[in-house]
């Protein structure tokens, strides 16, 4: 299915004037932090669920797939080996944040029978984002010849937020996933670079052209790109850009605005049981 995104709002973009922005403006417009004022509340309230859950349900942890510290996977399984499973690429901007701390996700899609794996990876500056897209695909390697002798055999979906999104993207091509879930995304690496976000990525051009969704051959398997409603203006049309370019390609894949959600929300319509992106990720197997 593909949804037709005529009439879906656009806010203004700021990247439209970008050459009269400055440094620090044009960073505001990828600051999620900031633009979600209870965010570190937000943040402790989810660390804090992940690293109880983290430690009660059923798993294997810390399963190594690659040489680098971070290259270590969080497998939840489910009863059946052969369920789905839902493997979820955590944000941060390439740079900040953990697998352990989004375990508080399993719940959702757990609920309906599902298994669940959470890669790691690692991070900038101490990897470029070169290194960082290759090791999604590693994991999904390690996952189609492993996932079976730890309970995961079944179909894949692979979904991320932010930063996990646009990995998400990238690795959609990868023979063990059968499907994608993009949630608040970032798929235009360009305006990155004029950020202070460069300081620890340090993208080059070669990058900016190679990793860019947007900038890229569409991937002919069905990607879901979600957004929040309260998002920052640059990453909503984001999603809405890269479910256009698809659509033109006639790639399936809907487009899922969640209404009143932001940058952190979101989540929580992949975190309960009766979420929207836990609805969306099951449809995603029709």
């Given at each position: ?33 900031a633009a979600v004022k209870n965010s570190p509340a937000l943040i402790e309230e989810r660390n804090k669920a992940s690293s109880r859950l983290r430690g009660t349900l059923k798993s294997h942890l810390d399963l190594p797939y690659g040489e680098r510290a971070n290259n270590k996977l969080d ?212």
């Open positions: 299915m593909v949804n037709n995104t005529s009439s879906t709002h656009r806010p203004f973009d700021p990247r439209s004037k970008w050459a009269e922005l400055s440094q620090a403006e044009r960073s505001a417009a990828y600051d999620n932090n497998l939840y399984p489910a009863a059946k080996p052969d369920a789905p499973c839902l493997v979820f690429v955590h944000g941060g901007y390439w740079q900040r944040n953990s697998r352990e701390l989004f375990a508080m996700l399993v719940e959702g899609v757990a609920a309906h029978g599902w298994a669940v794996a959470i890669p790691g990876y690692s991070l900038a500056p101490e990897v470029s984002l070169t290194d960082i897209v290759a090791e999604i695909p590693r994991a999904l390697d390690w996952l189609a010849a492993h996932g079976a002798s730890y309970g995961i055999g079944g179909p894949v979906v692979l979904s991320g937020w932010s930063a996990g999104a646009h990995l998400v993207a990238m690795a959609l091509d990868h023979p063990r996933v059968h499907a994608g879930l993009a949630i608040s995304g970032v798929y235009d690496l360009a305006p990155i670079r004029d950020t202070g976000l460069n300081s620890a990525l340090k993208l080059t051009d070669e990058e900016i052209a190679k990793l860019s969704p947007l900038r890229l051959p569409v991937t002919q398997k069905r990607l879901d790109i979600a957004y929040g409603s309260n998002e920052l203006p640059a990453l909503v049309l984001d999603s809405i850009n890269l479910h256009e370019k698809r659509a033109a390609a006639q790639a399936p894949g809907k487009l899922i605005p969640v209404a009143g959600a932001d940058h952190f929300t979101i989540l929580e319509a992949l975190r309960r049981p009766d979420g929207a992106l836990v609805e969306a990720a099951r449809r995603l197997l029709d």
